[in-house]
């Protein structure tokens, strides 16, 4: 994804700043944004019609490395399609167990059935 962009002339890269503020929100626009620089805090405005935070590319997983088995950065079910981890007691739903969709509506729908695995997992534990 980063190659392509660099591959496109169209875009331009700023590096080491700081988006401090979103010009003509409350005008129910965007304008512009102001940046500042990250080293000497110098701000600068750039002039553009919309903003879009792209995040989210890397799993914040580094908590369960050495712990749960794993993969690229993903947490890996203990079987396809479950939430059932490594570790006995440990279920995984969500952006950290999924380098395929990454949608609020999948991560829901496998924190739903995270949860049931963990009712049960508990239930046959008495
Ligand atoms: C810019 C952007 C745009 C997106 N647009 C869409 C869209 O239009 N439609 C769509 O369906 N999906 C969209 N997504 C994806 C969607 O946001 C995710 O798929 C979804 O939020 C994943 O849910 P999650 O519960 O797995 O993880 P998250 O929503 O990331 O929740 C994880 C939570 O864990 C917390 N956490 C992290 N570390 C710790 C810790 N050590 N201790 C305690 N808590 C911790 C975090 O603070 C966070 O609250 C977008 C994502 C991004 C980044």
């Known amino acids: ?24 929100v409350s005008r129910g626009k965007v304008t512009g944004v102001v940046l500042a620089d990250t080293g000497t805090g110098a701000g600068r405005t750039i002039d553009c019609g919309a903003v879009f935070v792209a ?17 690229g950065g993903y947490i890996v079910p203990r079987e396809p399609g ?6 006995d007691g440990v ?4 952006d950290c167990a999924d ?6 509506v999948t991560a829901a729908g ?8 963990a009712e049960r997992w508990l239930a046959s534990l008495e």
């Open 82 to 87: 479950r939430s059932f981890t490594s570790l």
């Open 55 to 71: 995040i989210g590319h890397l799993p914040n997983t580094e908590l369960f490395e050495g712990r749960l088995a794993m993969q």
């Open 110 to 117: 496998m924190g739903c059935q995270a949860a049931i695995d």
């Open 99 to 104: 380098h395929v969709y990454r949608q609020a």
């Open 91 to 94: 279920f995984v739903a969500g």
């Open 1 to 24: 994804m980063q190659e392509r962009a660099f591959r496109n002339r169209k875009i331009e890269f700023v590096w080491k700043a700081a988006v401090t503020e979103i010009l003509d």
